[in-house]
T-cell receptor, first 114, second 118 residues
């Protein structure tokens, strides 16, 4: 099992550019989520999905879009990148709801927006 | 909205010292509680969790945590730390299903960076 994989590992964008952060898991987990980690802020939930075709907003959803067309994949789209979106992004998955199950995290994507 | 406070942002200890990392949350309903750890260069991983029952829970690598409901606390402890415990530790809280939560993920504290000196 590869677990949770994320691509790319590093990315530099200019303000206004768009891009998609990829996340995939091979554990057949229903629940997937995206977090951002900023220095001194811990992890904050961006969006989550409880299954294919179902997504919802987390604590900091503005400027991000998600979709879940398959169980395996949960891409995160930055519509128009801003310097405030410079962060480390983590994708996570769990067998059931995150509040009741161990979440498995990917290695992260370090994004810099100039 | 719930919030999680971790009192110590940086902790430096010598090997064999005892460890206690504080975690308090601000939600009046029933919660599920977690500690996650991020070792240098590795993914975040679960250290231990508490849902119900015995308030003293044991996790991996000799860690334990005690849930004290009256204090809204879930402190992490280890009697004797090792150099390999150097990592960032995150406390996280989720509202229990019957408190209207569970689906909307975890609220994390800001993390405690623990450095163990040999």
């Amino acid at each position: 099992n590869a677990g949770v994989t994320q691509t790319p590992k590093f990315q530099v964008l200019k303000t206004g550019q768009s891009m998609t952060l990829q996340c995939a898991q091979d554990m057949n987990h229903e629940y997937m989520s995206w977090y951002r980690q900023d220095p001194g802020m811990g992890l904050r939930l961006i969006h989550y999905s409880v299954g294919a075709g179902i997504t919802d907003q987390g604590e900091v959803p503005n400027g991000y879009n998600v979709s879940r067309s398959t169980t395996e994949d949960f891409p995160l789209r930055l519509l128009s990148a801003a310097p405030s979106q410079t962060s480390v992004y983590f994708c996570a998955s769990s067998y059931g709801l995150a509040g009741y199950n161990e979440q498995f995290f990917g290695p992260g994507t370090r994004l810099t927006v100039l | 909205a719930q919030s999680v406070s971790q009192h110590n942002h940086h902790v430096i200890l010598s090997e064999a010292a005892s460890l206690e990392l504080g975690c308090n949350y601000s939600y009046g309903g029933t919660v599920n509680l977690f500690w996650y750890v991020q070792y240098p260069g590795q993914h975040l991983q679960l250290l231990l969790k508490y849902f119900s029952g015995d308030p003293l829970v044991k996790g991996i690598k000799g860690f334990e945590a005690e849930f004290i409901k009256s204090k809204f606390s879930f402190n992490l402890r280890k009697p004797s730390v090792q150099w390999s415990d150097t990592a960032e530790y995150f406390c996280a809280v989720s509202r229990a299903m019957y408190s209207g939560g569970g689906a909307d993920g975890l609220t994390f504290g800001k993390g405690t960076h623990l450095i163990i000196q040999p």
